[in-house]
């Protein structure tokens, strides 16, 4: 005979076990429908064409277009800057479109580059010591181009390194160095002709740097090119005027004479400018 004190707790306990079955039956019903329903693709975020440049509206206005690429010359020389080169494009390695183009590189040591948007020479020194690489370099230069010394200082040549290969001469930018020679000896060949006409003006007008002679009333200096002497006079515009100029002029003379110029042998220019009392 079945006990009637425990049938409530054992109907509690069944309920609840069939509560669970069927919530664990739902839950795999559901796992099975969502793994049927057909995925969503995905694609991956590189296109496969890329789209064509467009001109880009910049600030200010106007457009900016990429340059277009430039026609490659075909004969045996080019002329860059009035100067006619041998067509290092031939042998050379164009980097991209623009005809920006390595000449000739020697791993290690330098590389010779021409850009031709500014008709520029790059001669970039990789390795070291750099004074001794920068000279092959630029007779390498010579060579590819065919030209001489002089011809190459008439081209625009910068000489470079990196921080790495030579971080004393890094951040720096070279001319050519027999370039840089000659204009020292240019600015050195000035610097003589300048001494020498100094010297010579010293020995043929010894009181020069007596002068200008200067005061609030005029000033006086020697014009070298003309070889005379001009007097800017500045008398107070009343009735005495012309006594003030004679007065100045006395005193110019005067002043002049002090120093051991002889004032009768030069012209005089007076520049007479009144001025409000």
Same mark, same amino acid.
């Given at each position: 005979?079945?006990n009637?004190?425990?049938?409530?707790?054992?109907?509690?306990?069944?309920?609840?076990?069939?509560?669970?079955?069927?919530?664990l039956?739902?839950? =795999?019903?559901?796992?099975l +429908?969502?793994?049927?329903?057909?995925?969503?693709?995905?694609?991956?975020i590189?296109?496969? +064409?890329?789209?064509?440049p467009?001109?880009?509206?910049? #600030?200010?206005?106007?457009?900016? =277009?990429?340059?277009?690429?430039? &026609?490659?010359?075909?004969?045996?020389?080019?002329?860059?800057?009035?100067?006619? +080169?041998?067509?290092?494009?031939?042998?050379?390695? #164009?980097?991209?479109t623009?005809?920006?183009?390595?000449?000739?590189?020697?791993?290690? $040591?330098?590389?010779?580059?021409?850009?031709?948007?500014?008709?520029q020479?790059?001669?970039?020194?990789?390795?070291? @010591?750099?004074?001794?690489?920068?000279?092959?370099? $630029?007779?390498?230069? /010579?060579? #590819? /181009?065919g030209i001489?010394?002089?011809?190459?200082?008439? /081209?625009?040549?910068?000489?470079? =390194?990196?921080?790495?290969?030579?971080?004393?001469?890094?951040?720096?930018?070279?001319?050519?160095?027999?370039?840089? /020679?000659?204009?020292?000896?240019?600015?050195?060949?000035w %610097?003589?002709?300048?001494?020498?006409?100094?010297?010579?003006?010293?020995?043929?007008?010894?009181?020069?740097?007596?002068?200008?002679?200067?005061?609030?009333?005029?000033?006086?200096?020697? %014009?070298?090119e003309?070889?005379?002497?001009?007097?800017?006079?500045y @008398?107070?515009n009343?009735?005495?005027?012309?006594?003030?100029?004679?007065?100045?002029?006395?005193?110019i003379?005067? &002043?002049?004479?002090?120093?051991?110029?002889?004032?009768?042998?030069?012209?005089?220019?007076w520049?007479?400018?009144?001025?409000? $009392?």
């Amino acid at each position: 005979m079945p006990n009637t004190e425990n049938a409530p707790a054992y109907n509690t306990n069944m309920k609840k076990t069939i509560i669970l079955i069927a919530l664990l039956f739902l839950i =795999t019903v559901l796992s099975l +429908v969502i793994a049927l329903l057909p995925q969503k693709k995905q694609h991956s975020i590189l296109p496969s +064409v890329f789209p064509t440049p467009t001109p880009v509206t910049i #600030q200010g206005g106007g457009n900016f =277009t990429p340059p277009k690429p430039i &026609a490659i010359p075909t004969g045996d020389t080019i002329t860059i800057s009035n100067i006619t +080169v041998n067509n290092f494009f031939q042998k050379g390695t #164009q980097i991209n479109t623009q005809g920006d183009t390595l000449i000739l590189e020697t791993p290690g $040591e330098y590389r010779l580059l021409y850009t031709p948007s500014d008709n520029q020479f790059l001669i970039n020194i990789t390795g070291s @010591p750099f004074d001794t690489l920068r000279s092959v370099a $630029e007779q390498a230069f /010579l060579d #590819q /181009l065919g030209i001489t010394q002089n011809q190459a200082c008439q /081209l625009n040549v910068t000489v470079g =390194t990196s921080i790495e290969a030579n971080p004393d001469q890094a951040g720096t930018t070279y001319p050519l160095s027999f370039c840089e /020679l000659q204009g020292r000896e240019i600015q050195t060949a000035w %610097d003589q002709q300048f001494n020498a006409i100094q010297q010579q003006n010293s020995a043929l007008y010894p009181w020069e740097n007596s002068l200008p002679l200067q005061s609030s009333k005029y000033f006086t200096y020697f %014009d070298l090119e003309r070889k005379i002497f001009v007097s800017e006079l500045y @008398p107070t515009n009343n009735a005495t005027i012309n006594t003030q100029v004679t007065n100045f002029k006395t005193q110019i003379l005067s &002043a002049l004479q002090h120093v051991g110029i002889d004032t009768t042998k030069y012209q005089f220019e007076w520049h007479i400018t009144p001025v409000s $009392e």
